[in-house]
């Protein structure tokens, strides 16, 4: 599992993804500036993170939304299994 925690505390997480964290929170700073979704994790859209992580990284994913156990968002990426 690879997470990375946002400055607004919204934590991303990967389940089942080999990712590096360096190489996840780069990815979601340019996701962000390319979809104009800014830091506000709330505003992103859950279909074009997926598309755009399956584009960068290889791996078809599913996006989900949680609560984390301190009451933190997290943005959680599973991957698919086929």
Sequence with gaps: MVSWRMPD???IVGVGVE???ERL???V???MGAQGAG???TQWSETLFGSAFEERFGVKVQIHRESGPEGHRVFAIRALTT
């Design 25 to 27: 929170r780069e990815f």
């Design 29 to 31: 700073i340019r996701f």
């Design 19 to 21: 990712v590096e964290t």
């Design 9 to 11: 505390g919204t934590e």
């Design 39 to 41: 830091w506000n994790a």
